[in-house]
Every structure is written in structure tokens, then in C-alpha cells.
């Protein structure tokens, strides 16, 4: 099994921990990774607001990138994965809209087809890979560990015609965790917007809504898992802004959920990068019988 891999510009820089946990789960799981070579920015929300076709052509240029190795893209940061795959199904929708496209790539030297898919790794995980063999591959009890699955806005909600998870009632952390022998705390924020992309524009308002989550799994949970960079931002390395606006102490610790599988499989915490978490993910790898290779 390989794929084209986009780590996108989040993954190459604030979260670096999980473009190092991503490529070691993966390696442990037997799967290729092969990052897309000359891969440029998705635009992310920033150009889809100011011109649809152009973001829909930055997008359009990784994909071409990947059709010439013949590969589906891999995508861990949801909103590189909504750019990437909306463009792609779009293309495959729209005739037009792929002239367009390639109208767009004249002078790369490139053109898009829409032969590939592009996948988050959740779907690849659970869908192409399998619970199972994931379970089988557990090295590291994770017994007694109670861990709340924060899903966010963008992995599952946006429309598409392939969904690998309900929008509402998102189950694939969930089966990740007790694949890994943890158990799934009760969360009722699951879904909830933790407020990432206000971080600048509205900071009361998204420290109120990544308050709300994080009282939520300090209740039942001992740590947090996501799969979003931004999710991850406002809930570990804006943690200690929201204790000191409302004075109180919360310290939960926020794990990409490739980082808590990492433990599972026996990978050594500094490969995953859990030193770099900005809430001290140490108990959390004390409660865990390490085998790590």
C-alpha cells in the first residue's frame, strides 16, 4: 500500500509532531509514504475566500503532482484534505471545470485528469488498513487510559459523495482508541468548533469554545486526541492562555491521535514527537507499559 503524501504547510512547521507521528504509524503499518515532490500551499481558507478558481488550482497542481506517480494522496490536515478532495471530485464532476484547471496549469508543464482520490488518515486507517490490523499490532497496553475523541469542524462534515464517517456521530477515533486497548471517554464536544480559526480575529470567543472542550474531557478523560492543527493550537499551545484568562488550572493533554496509536505500536515517544506538545504529555506516557523500539 503507498501513497502520495501532503503534509501541507501546517505539518512542515507548528505541527511538526504530527507529520513525525503520521510518517511512524504509517511505517509501523506497513504503508509507503512518498511526499509529493514540489507540493505547493492548498490556499486553505485563505485564497478559497478571495477567489474560488484560484484556490481550486493550487489545490489542482498537487494533484497533477501525485496523478504522475499514479497514487492517491494522503492528507492529515482537514483543511488541506477538504481543498485537495473538493477539487478533485469537482473536476471529476465538471468537464468544464477541469479545462479551467488546466487552463490554469499552462507553463507548468503539468495536467490534472482527475484519476486520483485523496484520503485522510482515519479513512486509510480504519477503511484501507482495518481496526483489526491495527489491533493486532499493538505492542503497548493502553489499558486504563481514558481518552476523549475531539473530531472539530472539517474531517467529517463538509459534503462529498464518499463519506467514511457520519457527520454527526463520527465513530472512527472512537474505534481507534479501543483498537489500542483505551477506552472512550463520554464527550459531548466531539463535533463542537473549538473556535481555531478566531484565534486572531475574535480571541474571547475562541478561548470560551476550546474552554468549553477542555472542562468537557477534564471531567471524564485523561487526554484529548484530534487530528487537526488547528484544533490542536487552540486547545494544547493556547491552554495556558485560556488558565490564566479564567484562572483556573485544566492541564489536559492534547495528542494527534497518530501519536497515541504511535504509543500503542511501540514507538518511542521522542519519534512521535510528544516532547514537543505544548501541555506535558508525560503522565500520560507514564501510565503506559512502554515497549518501545
Not at 479545462?99 to 485523496?118: P, Q, W
Not at 486509510?124 to 476523549?148: P, Q
Not at 505500536?265 to 515497549?291: E, H, Y
Request: with cysteine; aromatic share 6%.
Amino acid at each position: 500500500m503507498k501513497y502520495a503524501y501532503y503534509p501541507g504547510c501546517s505539518l512542515e512547521a507548528t505541527a511538526k509532531e504530527y507529520d513525525m507521528s503520521v510518517k511512524e504509524v504509517f511505517k509501523a503499518l506497513g504503508v509507503e509514504l512518498k511526499e509529493i515532490e514540489d507540493w505547493n500551499c492548498c490556499g486553505a481558507s485563505a485564497a478559497y475566500s478571495i477567489d474560488h478558481l484560484l484556490s481550486l488550482s493550487l489545490a489542482a497542481r498537487n494533484l497533477a503532482l501525485a496523478e504522475k506517480e499514479n497514487m492517491d494522496i494522503l492528507a492529515p490536515c482537514p483543511e488541506c484534505y477538504l481543498r485537495e478532495w473538493e477539487t478533485s471530485d469537482s473536476i471529476k464532476m465538471d468537464r468544464e471545470l477541469l479545462d479551467k484547471m488546466n487552463k490554469a496549469l499552462e507553463g507548468t508543464g503539468l495536467k490534472v485528469k482527475g484519476s486520483i482520490d485523496v484520503k485522510h488518515p482515519l479513512d486509510v486507517i480504519v477503511n484501507d488498513i482495518g481496526i483489526e490490523k491495527l489491533a493486532e499490532k499493538v505492542v503497548n497496553s493502553l489499558n486504563g487510559l481514558k481518552v476523549a475523541p475531539y473530531y472539530g469542524c472539517v474531517i467529517v462534515r463538509p459534503p462529498r459523495n464518499k463519506r467514511f464517517d457520519s457527520p454527526e456521530r463520527p465513530t472512527s477515533m472512537d474505534r481507534i482508541i479501543e483498537a489500542v486497548g483505551a477506552t472512550v471517554a463520554p464527550f459531548q464536544h466531539k463535533v463542537k468548533c473549538c473556535g481555531g480559526a478566531l484565534m486572531m480575529a475574535n480571541e474571547g470567543v475562541q478561548m470560551k469554545l476550546s474552554r468549553e472542550i477542555l472542562l468537557d474531557a477534564k471531567e471524564n478523560a485523561d487526554c484529548i486526541i484530534t487530528a487537526c492543527p488547528l484544533c490542536h493550537m487552540a486547545l494544547d499551545a493556547r491552554q495556558m492562555y485560556i488558565e490564566k484568562e479564567y484562572n483556573e488550572k485544566i492541564e489536559v493533554p492534547v495528542l494527534y491521535f497518530t501519536q497515541l496509536i504511535g504509543l500503542a505500536l511501540g514507538i518511542t515517544p521522542k519519534k512521535l514527537g510528544l516532547d514537543k506538545n505544548f501541555v506535558p504529555t508525560k503522565k500520560i506516557i507514564n501510565s503506559v507499559k512502554l515497549a518501545s523500539k
